[in-house]
């Protein structure tokens, strides 16, 4: 547990319960599902942390609501994450997914000297994603589950088990997404919180899962509708095609 939840753990926990329920206040959710980024310093060009130090993009994010929903985040990872393997997307859930997928290309480009291989890389496709999008990448992975021949469901899960989670992140992205994503940051030595109209979060609790849905079911599962012949493996928004060329 973080330090102040000791101080009143019993209120804590009232307020963690209400959260698991969607029962909290608009104003209350605000301050919960923000998240709390802090920029991380580079060093400078003499090699130390200093003034003339700039910052990554990329911080460390923290947020109340990641606390009290991570059992329920790491149990629909799992579900999910095994699912999306069978679209070709290993970034969730998946051990050295990222390994497995320089190996497959690897080993296929020495196995074939007449394969071609394209790698591609979405600019700012993590923060400029339309929520609009994710909902409709949601309800193509729910439809796909309803469909889903029970032996291609991963071991461990049922498919009602799968349809929850869908559920779970679809809630997730209407009820703290729609009106409360927001950021707290340090901006010129000054606390700020700025709203997000769009993308996901970085440090989102939920956003890396959604993420990977919307490439798999938008991007990978389109590429496989209208190129079949050719392979696609993708570690969250790094889609790479593979194929033999002939002529």
Not at 188 to 209: H, K, Y
Request: one cysteine or more.
């Amino acid at each position: 547990l973080r330090p102040f939840y000791r101080q009143d753990i019993f209120r804590w926990a009232i307020i963690a319960e209400c959260v698991t329920r969607h029962l909290v206040p608009a104003s209350i959710r605000g301050i919960l599902a923000t998240v709390s980024a802090q920029q991380l310093m580079k060093k400078d060009a003499n090699g130390r942390y200093s003034d003339a130090s700039s910052t990554r993009p990329i911080g460390k994010c923290e947020r109340p609501l990641a606390d009290f929903l991570r059992g329920d985040a790491s149990t629909v990872a799992r579900a999910i994450g095994r699912l999306l393997v069978n679209f070709g997307q290993f970034a969730v859930s998946s051990r050295s997914g990222g390994e497995a997928v320089s190996r497959a290309l690897q080993t296929r480009l020495q196995a074939d000297p007449t394969t071609v291989t394209v790698f591609t890389d979405a600019s700012n496709a993590y923060c400029m994603l339309d929520t609009a999008d994710e909902l409709r990448a949601l309800d193509m992975l729910t439809q796909y589950i309803k469909n889903l021949d029970t032996a291609r469901i991963p071991i461990g899960n049922t498919k009602n088990e799968l349809l929850w989670a869908c559920d779970l992140l679809i809630a997730d992205l209407t009820f703290y997404r729609a009106h409360d994503g927001a950021v707290l940051t340090v901006i010129d030595g000054i606390l700020a919180r700025f709203d997000l109209p769009g993308g996901e979060v970085q440090g989102g609790l939920w956003s890396m899962l959604r993420f990977t849905i919307t490439v798999a079911m938008l991007v990978i599962q389109e590429l496989a509708i209208t190129y079949p012949d050719i392979d696609r493996l993708c570690i969250a928004d790094d889609v790479t095609v593979q194929m033999s060329v002939t002529t």
